[in-house]
């Protein structure tokens, strides 16, 4: 185990041009490490093709290097050079069914180090070494190991193949160029895999920039996911204790209800107890009078009951028992049918919440990206009916068609003062907010700005014009830019006596499109909407220095 060590520390350390441990360190640019005289006859022999290339890596630079000293390496070879570092023992050396051997060895063959794309030849680090100190090698181009180096042979004349055929897109020997393939355009293969080299650097650095942008995507979905799993917590959270609060004043109000009734029951069956006991005397009274006439009707003795009876007193009817004729017992049967009534609300209140609160629910989705409409027919799905607001156009504008239509006029209108009316500039507003995903076309004519606000725009001096500022973004159709907060960008093309402009809000996409026959992109934008937008148009009745009274843009109705 100590002695596998001890070889990776002396492979670690050595010096793939010498193949010995590292003399003077440098490291250039791609982080590959050499004795100082290895790489600066390796970068001499180069100077010639005007091309520098790192001899591990490959990795080719458009100027000489600069070398730099690497001082921890060399204090870390002098310190392993102190611990008796031995050389790998020779079985490892050797090359095994999967290996490439080298082709210079003979009996049992070593692990080839190197292979020349000159030599079409592999070699260890023994037979290698000629590659390395006499000058007639120093053309040679080393790589890794490959066990493909007879496909750099030409099939047809044996020879290598050094050259490139642009026209036909395949590697060629120089026998090739001056046959097969005279006459086309044909280069080194140096050259071409130059050129290759630089595309696919171009290709890498996109394919980078891709994997940042996704990356970033990830991280944003990632906090979305943080966001819908915190707002649906606190929902539930908040949603509990409502209903828990619903809940408790529901069982107040029953035992409101219980104990009124009791209260209730407890007046009532005090009045019936005392009804009941001045019935129950009554009765009593009249057992015991009846109880006497009974004796005195059993007596045999004539004279006794002609002279007791005249002294009865006449029967008289109760009170008690004639007002529970006319007056029927009450009970709490409407105390449930009020119960009953509330019940029945209640249920309905609860069934139309859970439609509307279900609905809610069902709204709610994760901010991802939606494919944006390509046809007209896609575009109008999104289209939304908009107007214009009285109180905030200018005094040199008016509207016609039903408040969908402005127009620059030279005289002055006598709007009444409000605090949403543009005083400087000739601009005018939508009634309606846009929120969501909204679609409207502009016809337009003369000198025309079409915008897309928040509210909060000011309403008097420079600033308010739309564009000038970071809170409205507008196309500039007479003269074909696009302006936000100050910066001026040209559009794509010309836009068409209509434009289309299509609101993603959400995702944060505004988009101005030139319709005709087909949409025409002229301006998109990409940004993160705060507050509710607002449709704008601008009206001016300057056109090249002049007065032009044909200015006028109208909302166009779509179907």
Known sequence: MAQKGVELDRE????????????????????????????????????????????????????????????????????????????????????????????????????????????????????????????????????????????????????????????????????????????????????????????????????QQMIQDKEKYVKLLQQELKAIAHSANKTVKDSREMFTEMIRLLQERSSDVEQQVRSQQETEESRVKEVQKKLQQEITELKREDAELKQLSDTEDHNQILHNYPSLSPLSQSTHSSSINIRPLRNFEDVKAAVTELRKRLEDILRKTRTNISLTVTEVDVLLPQPEPKTRDEFLKYSCEITLDLNTVHRYLVLTEGNRKVKWVLQNRSYPDHPDRFIHCYQVLSRESLTGRCYWEVEWRGRVDIAVTYKNISRAGKECRFGRNDKSWTLDCSSSTFWYNKFQTPVSAPPSSRVGVYLDHRAGILSFYSVSETMTLLHRVQTTFTQPLYAGLGVSGWFDDVYFLGSSAELVKVK
């Open 12 to 207: 670690t350390f050595s010096c793939s041009i010498c193949l010995d441990l590292l003399k003077d360190p440098v490291t250039i640019p791609c982080g590959h490490s050499y004795c100082m005289n290895c790489i600066k006859r390796h970068f001499d022999g180069e100077d010639k093709e005007k091309i520098h290339s790192c001899p591990e890596c490959r990795k080719l630079f458009q100027w000489r290097p600069v070398l730099v000293k690497s001082t921890m390496l060399a204090v870390l070879v002098e310190q392993l050079k102190k611990t008796g570092l031995q050389a790998a023992p020779a079985d490892h050396c050797y090359a095994g069914p999967e290996d490439v051997a080298c082709d210079v060895c003979t009996g049992r063959k070593l692990k080839a180090f190197k292979s020349c794309l000159f030599c079409l030849a592999s070699y260890c680090k023994k037979h290698l070494e000629p590659h390395y100190k006499s000058p007639t090698f120093k053309q040679h181009k080393l790589v890794d190991p490959s066990k493909e180096l007879q496909e750099n042979i030409c099939s047809r004349h044996g020879e290598v193949m050094k050259m490139f055929c642009c026209t036909d897109q395949q590697s060629i020997c120089y026998l090739c160029s001056v046959d097969e393939h005279k006459g086309h355009d044909t280069v080194s293969a140096a050259a071409e895999r130059t050129e290759r080299q630089r595309e696919v650097e171009v290709r890498r650095q996109n394919i």
